[in-house]
């Protein structure tokens, strides 16, 4: 039976990811603590792996519980900030802006996070899907494609792209535990996924490759209308305004309406 294999969120747009084993659906429709934070320079653009490939030096890890973020550059330099305090994230402001050579800001929205489709909430892609792509490099592991694709929603037991299904014209839902997910639109796919999370090296000829692989690939129960090109991987949802408030949970098992 498909359920939920794993819940990730990114507390700072652009930063690592972190697992949660539950995650609330907030007012705004996307998952709690997922880009509920960004830097932004002065004028007013967001600083993330699009603009820059040095955001791949960082690692980072936070903790829900106590809103810390711990950050650790390449020479193992280790810093903590509590983003719950004003103080602290003034000092992230100040570290991060030494860091990245700018004038940032660290700006938080607790409702609907920064995420780059205002009007649509979590991303949705299987296991399967990402195995499938990682087999397509050399050397590519499964939690590689993972961390170069950053979906929010992890699928399991079920074939590659079967994500496909949710969109297009009369596609049905997921229904995830008792929260429905509506796929909006494929996610067409930027720069990132062609760099190495670690270091932000580019893959030669990544977008290519994966195009032409994807083509080969592309399932027959995917509505081929819906997908304007094929640089695109895992699922864009929201969820209904009823369905907000309740909460995903890792292991919570997943069908396709009226299947």
Known sequence: MARIDRLTVYPVKGLDGTDLEEATVLE?????????FALFDADGEVVNGKRTPRIHELSTDFDPDTRELV????DDDTRRFDLESDTD????ESWFGDYFDEELTLERDRSLGFV??????PSVISTASLREVASWFDGMSVDGARRRLRANVE???????????????DAPALEAGDVRLEGVTPCGRCVVPARDPDTGDPLEEFQERFVEKRRETFPAWA?????????TLMIIARTPETDRGKRLRVDDSVAIEDE
């Open 71 to 74: 950050v650790e550059t390449p």
């Open 89 to 92: 994230r003034g000092r992230a």
């Open 28 to 36: 705004g429709g996307t998952l709690s603590y997922d880009r509920e």
């Open 116 to 121: 780059d489709r205002r009007e649509m909430g």
């Open 223 to 231: 509505d081929a209308d819906a997908f304007d090109h094929y640089y």
């Open 155 to 169: 699928i399991s037991d079920v074939p590659a792209f079967w994500e496909d299904r949710i969109v297009g014209e």
